[in-house]
T-cell receptor
Framework: AQTVTQSQPEMSVQEAETVTLSCTYDTSESNYYLFWYKQPPSRQMILVIR??????QNATENRFSVNFQKAAKSFSLKISDSQLGDTAMYFCAFIDGGATNKLIFGTGTLLAVQP | GAVVSQHPSWVICKSGTSVKIECRSLDFQATTMFWYRQFPKQSLMLMAT?????????EQGVEKDKFLINHASLTLSTLTVTSAHPEDSSFYIC????????????FGPGTRLTVT
């Protein structure tokens, strides 16, 4: 079965500092996609960053970057220069390249950015 | 682009009544829509997948007769909670995939359902 594990239920970081959120996954597929979603208090799901498994280069979106270790099945999110608006629940998610298109979510990490 | 709306954003209904939640893709055609349920401080739980013009595929443990899903057009899917009970109170979120980039889902803002 395909699973996504986020081992950090809660994290805290000071404004302007850097924080890394962990995510591991398990799959036997070779073609798949990984995502980090942010859910702020408004509860709107926002795509932060995505990574295609066939790409060796780690994805980057402004202050957000990932460390994708395919062999280790690890997909961590680094947030640089943390801002108060980054306070949210962060979900790691996986989707295989097959026909189902089902997103499999981790349990989430609640990130609090402290002023 | 890729905006998904949900209506209503918040609904209160009495136990035993039915309530319908709409999910619309505003600027793209959605071949597939997904319905999730989320309890406080928990992750999203997929309830069902619906494709336009065909019956929804429900996840294991989800009651088909209680949660009726209709995907009548490429821009609209509805979730009807029938004979609602207090335990159906939750946050319901829909998402949609466009024809291109099938793997990326665009999420609606969610609907908070409270059954009294």
């Amino acid at each position: 079965a395909q699973t996504v594990t986020q081992s950090q239920p809660e994290m805290s970081v000071q404004e302007a500092e850097t924080v890394t959120l962990s995510c591991t996954y398990d799959t036997s597929e070779s073609n798949y996609y990984l995502f980090w979603y942010k859910q702020p208090p408004s509860r709107q799901m926002i795509l932060v960053i995505r990574q295609e498994a066939y790409k060796q280069q780690n994805a980057t979106e402004n202050r957000f970057s990932v460390n994708f270790q395919k062999a280790a099945k690890s997909f961590s999110l680094k947030i640089s220069d943390s801002q108060l608006g980054d306070t949210a629940m962060y979900f790691c998610a996986f989707i295989d390249g097959g026909a189902t298109n089902k997103l499999i979510f981790g349990t989430g990490t609640l990130l609090a950015v402290q002023p | 682009g890729a905006v998904v709306s949900q209506h209503p954003s918040w609904v209160i209904c009495k136990s035993g009544t039915s309530v319908k939640i709409e999910c619309r893709s505003l600027d793209f055609q959605a071949t597939t829509m997904f319905w999730y349920r989320q309890f406080p401080k928990q992750s999203l739980m997929l309830m069902a997948t619906s494709n336009e013009g065909s019956k929804a595929t429900y996840e294991q443990g989800v009651e088909k007769d209680k949660f009726l899903i209709n995907h009548a057009s490429l821009t609209l899917s509805t979730l009807t909670v029938t004979s609602a009970h207090p335990e159906d109170s939750s946050f319901y979120i829909c998402s949609a995939t466009a024809r291109q980039g099938l793997y990326e889902q665009y999420f609606g803002p969610g609907t908070r359902l409270t059954v009294t």
